[in-house]
């Protein structure tokens, strides 16, 4: 361990079972720890012992009581050293003086850089770059040996470089930091010098060079070093300002607050963050072998302004497990171990602007057995302080990434309908496949396996594969936003369905024996939306409209050696893609614009339209007072040389001479 606290778990039945922690010194002359018994206690030194009990686990914290301040003059009970802690300890769990457990911990913990005091050691002295280059070397690239190549290495002896020094790095990365630039007069770099060169160009010396990223502002220009102070140190990851959708929630111990989540490979991770204002519900597999206990629900959660806040348990009894229990691999009998689980967690976060409110959270407990497969399942919902329906969210109406895309059916009386992509189990066959809803704003590719035979009819596979298909669309229309009403017709858009056959297309029955072409077998749904606003500052988005279409794709029987009478496979996916577009269609161009593009400003370089840019009240670069000022004066010399210029004003000013 690095810091002055560590958990750790003890699984089991803690019950009757003593806690102890002990210093466990290295034996010198054999460098090996001391044997431990069971007759300590629960402080050892500075370290204190604390156990949290639970159900089937016990939670075992460490802690430093002892201050990890650097001493400063004429100051007691601090670190005398950098590396202020080193010592071996073990933590023992003891039942009647039998050892069930032990736990070795090796600590080295430095003391705290944050101070405050007068600082009187020399401190490095780092070159402003402006000034100086950082590195007058950069090609030294090794600490103590010479770089091949680079002459100046200080570490490379006048014998080394006799080595190579025909063949030294050139430019910057060699060493010449401050070489002679194009603009200087002096530089004989260019090819081609403009007659204009002399004019223009730059009297300087090497030392002032835009190398060292700008030029100096006088000659006795100095830099403003701040005063040496060292900030206290902050956590990173505390949130103090409030969270935003898609931060992850923090935990009184900084750490994410995880619960077990979908991969991108569909695959659970226990130790996936919640996210802010995404929601959503996931099922994991297992079996008790591979059962893990999550996070304990005492874990007090950040709000986002720096207060925490405890979450609201309420644990229930499992009593119908059929929907839980999917699978048994062998018959119960009276010697199969099982052990009380977990089988769902259901969490609810009332927000309001940036901030968790509470968080109240049902937890659904069980009996699993060895052989048993259990589908956990958890849920994480964010419910508005202000929302009085509990199905819906009435601050955002809009939708949120990962949420279900709400779908209906208008042609049944039963007006509630699904949009629905595969989730394949076990061998991947459509017969074994489950549905997962649509999430808005995430693109996704799901598909499953069909079995086919070498004597299968194309009409009656195309039907086959197209009725797969349409069961994932059980709807008609798709809501435009997440609290659309079943009772308004105004609040949905029609699903655009693009036929895979249309009745002009003529579609071969495939005569040749294990072909069959024109198969449906990719679904397309393309789901167009747009920001139109947002409430509380979350960006809130509709759904504009839907399209469903059909790829086709040419089955052809798998033979190996010799085409026997045997299953084949044929893959069909489903795809959708979320494409944004703006709220409202762009302004189209007028016909001057089309026609006349010389004197459109995003297309070229001259830009005469605004040639008085600077005389108007839309350039904010110096005052309006300053640029009108200059702009009468360039105008009045304009007329003055116009005025010049003129035949009859040198007449004129010929007659007044005689």
């Not at 100095?222 to 956590?235: C, E, G, M, Y």
Request: proline share 6%; with cysteine.
């Amino acid at each position: 361990m690095s810091g002055p606290r560590v958990n750790s778990f003890f699984l089991g039945n803690s019950s009757g079972v003593n806690f102890s922690i002990i210093l466990s010194p290295v034996d010198e002359e054999t460098g090996k720890l001391q044997l431990a018994n069971c007759s300590g206690s629960k402080r050892a030194g500075d370290w204190n012992l604390n156990v949290t009990p639970g159900m089937n686990t016990s939670q075992v914290t460490v802690s430093l009581t002892r201050n990890l301040q650097l001493c400063l003059p004429n100051a007691a009970d601090c670190c005398t050293t950098p590396l202020c802690v080193v010592e071996t300890l073990q933590v023992l769990a003891c039942r009647d003086s039998v050892m069930l457990a032990h736990l070795l911990i090796q600590a080295e913990i430095y003391a705290n850089s944050s101070f405050t005091g007068n600082v009187s050691e020399n401190v490095t002295i780092r070159w402003n770059q402006v000034f100086q280059p950082l590195g007058s070397c950069p090609c030294d690239l090794t600490a103590g040996a010479c770089d091949v190549r680079c002459c100046c290495d200080p570490e490379c002896t006048p014998e080394l470089k006799q080595l190579f020094n025909e063949s030294c790095f050139t430019g910057v990365f060699g060493g010449d930091v401050n070489p002679p630039f194009d603009q200087l007069c002096s530089s004989q770099s260019m090819e081609y010098t403009p007659d204009w060169f002399p004019f223009l160009c730059v009297q300087s010396s090497l030392n002032n060079t835009p190398f060292l990223g700008y030029f100096y502002h006088g000659s006795v220009s100095a830099p403003r070093v701040p005063p040496f102070k060292i900030p206290l140190q902050t956590s990173p990851g505390k949130l103090f300002t409030g969270y935003r959708q898609g931060d992850p929630i923090m935990t009184e111990e900084n750490e994410y607050f995880a619960i077990p989540q979908q991969s991108m490979a569909g695959q659970c991770v226990g130790n996936a963050p919640v996210a802010y204002l995404q929601n959503f519900d996931v099922k994991c597999l297992i079996n008790l072998a591979s059962y893990k206990e999550g996070l304990p629900h005492d874990v007090r959660i950040n709000s986002g302004t720096g207060d925490f806040i405890q979450q609201n348990v309420i644990y229930r009894t499992i009593t119908d497990m059929g929907k839980f229990i999917t699978e048994s691999e062998s018959l119960h009998t009276a010697e199969v171990p099982c052990q009380n689980v977990t089988f769902a967690e259901h969490y609810t976060f009332i927000w309001k602007d940036k901030n968790i409110e509470r968080v109240n959270v049902t937890v659904f407990l069980g009996s699993l057995c060895d052989g048993e497969i259990l589908t956990q399942r958890f849920t994480v919902k964010f419910l508005s302080l202000k929302s009085t329906n509990a199905g819906e969210l009435l601050g955002t109406p809009g939708y949120q990434v990962g949420k279900p895309v709400k779908a209906a059916n208008m042609n049944a009386s039963d007006t509630f309908g699904s949009l629905n992509i595969w989730q394949p189990a076990g061998r991947g066959l459509c017969t074994l496949a489950t549905y997962t809803p649509v999430l808005f704003g995430l693109d996704s590719l799901s598909g499953c396996i069909l079995e086919v035979g070498i004597n299968e009819d194309c009409n009656l596979l195309r039907g086959n594969v197209t009725e797969k298909l349409n069961s994932l669309i059980q709807a008609t229309h798709v809501g435009k936003r997440d609290n659309s009403s079943y009772s308004d017709l105004n609040d949905w858009v029609e699903i655009i369905r693009l036929d895979p056959f249309n009745s002009d297309t003529n579609v071969s029955s495939g005569n040749l024996k294990g072909i069959c072409p024109d198969i449906p077998a990719n679904l397309n749904i393309r789901i167009i939306f747009a920001d139109v606003g947002a409430v509380q500052g979350i960006p809130q988005q509709q759904i504009l409209a839907v399209q469903i279409s059909y790829s086709t794709v040419i089955w052809q029987f798998q033979c190996g050696l010799i085409c026997e009478n045997r299953i084949s496979f044929l893959p069909i996916t489903a795809s959708v893609q979320f494409i944004k577009v703006p709220a409202q269609p762009p302004i189209p161009m007028t016909r001057f614009q089309i026609n006349y593009t010389e004197f459109d400003c995003n297309r070229n370089d001259v830009c005469w339209p605004q040639l008085f840019y600077p005389l108007t009240r839309f350039y904010t670069g110096e005052p309006y007072g300053q640029c009108l000022a200059k702009g009468l004066s360039l105008a009045f010399l304009v007329l003055l040389a116009a005025i010049l210029s003129n035949p009859w004003f040198s007449k004129l000013w010929n007659s007044s001479l005689v």
